[in-house]
């Protein structure tokens, strides 16, 4: 079953690109079903309908959350469809299963008196001036830009030289777009770039190779990592009085999102911005200011208590 996995995964990765983040999701979840179909004594190969429906009713037996069984469902689907095409089965054992319905759930976002809270207290987050500098300018680049966090953490230097009024973003499925930077975002940059240089400098000249990353670390990863930043947000948020429960960088990319379509954003150019594959994905935020709309009036129209 190993081999079956490991096959697979070489055919996502060099088909259809997809990600190391969604490699490791497709690993972790046909593993665990092949130590299921181990304690049963079967394999793949001779995997059968009932042992497919049999693996998500355990799943549900354990409390796992529609969502979380949604996706082992496809994982499984995507494996078998593979499995059949590549003629290693004659039949697809998990074709004509129904799994649980995602519930969809409304983004969390914030309003802007909240993002500028934590644009403010990044500038003073942090135990040296770098630290400060390096903390404005990711929060300004997340909140201007929209971006993931894996392509913010990531991005290169060379994509700031130069001043640019546009940032090239290499998103999912290896896809680049281009991202405005709005003129506090630039500052921010500028600002840090300048402290950056600086600092790789005084490493080279000891004898350090510079990086190319424009949020460089010293982990093996060679940049700030994510959930290193999902920990700066979260002191930006105690800092600026804001409740860390209801703040993550993806929130920020929420944010965004929002506020360019309550300020009369084409959705198709906020779909371009995001890098969504479909417009249908961008047009959730559609909901939120739906939602947001119905609460000011329920809070605030005099014949809402009736």
Excluded at 138 to 161: C, K
Excluded at 222 to 242: D, M, P, Q, S, W
Aim: hydrophobic share 40%.
């Amino acid at each position: 079953m190993q081999n079956w996995i490991e096959t697979f995964l070489e055919a996502m990765y060099a088909e259809h690109d997809a990600s190391e983040n969604t490699l490791k999701a497709y690993a972790a979840d046909l593993r665990e079903f092949s130590a299921f179909l181990a304690s049963a004594n079967t394999d793949f190969a001779r995997t059968t309908r009932d042992d497919v429906e049999g693996y998500l009713i355990s799943l549900d037996q354990r409390g796992m959350a529609q969502a979380t069984r949604a996706r082992r469902l496809s994982s499984l689907r995507q494996l078998f469809r593979f499995s059949f095409e590549e003629g290693w089965r004659e039949d697809d054992p998990a074709t004509q299963i129904r799994g649980p319905r995602k519930k969809r759930h409304l983004p969390k976002t914030l309003s802007e008196v909240e993002v500028d809270s934590l644009l403010e207290a990044a500038q003073t987050t942090g135990r040296s001036e770098t630290d400060r500098l390096r903390n404005s300018c990711l929060i300004q680049l997340l909140y201007a830009t929209g971006m993931r966090v894996s392509e913010l953490v990531s991005l290169p230097v060379a994509a700031v030289r130069g001043n640019p009024e546009m940032l090239l973003v290499r998103g999912k499925g290896d896809k680049e777009r281009l991202v405005p930077l709005s003129p506090p975002a630039k500052m921010a940059v500028a600002a840090w770039l300048k402290r950056r240089d600086a600092d790789e400098e005084t490493a080279r000249l000891k004898g350090k190779q510079p990086s190319r990353f424009l949020f460089p670390s010293n982990g093996k990863l060679g940049h700030l990592t994510r959930i290193r930043f999902y920990t700066l947000v979260k002191e930006f948020a105690v800092n600026g009085g804001v409740s860390p429960d209801a703040v993550t960088p993806h929130t920020l990319r929420h944010a965004f999102a929002t506020h360019l379509l309550a300020g009369g954003a084409d959705l198709r150019v906020i779909q371009m911005l995001l890098g969504h594959a479909d417009v249908a994905t961008t047009e959730i935020y559609t909901h939120v200011l739906d939602e947001n709309l119905k609460k000011l009036v329920m809070d605030h129209h005099p014949l809402a208590d009736e």
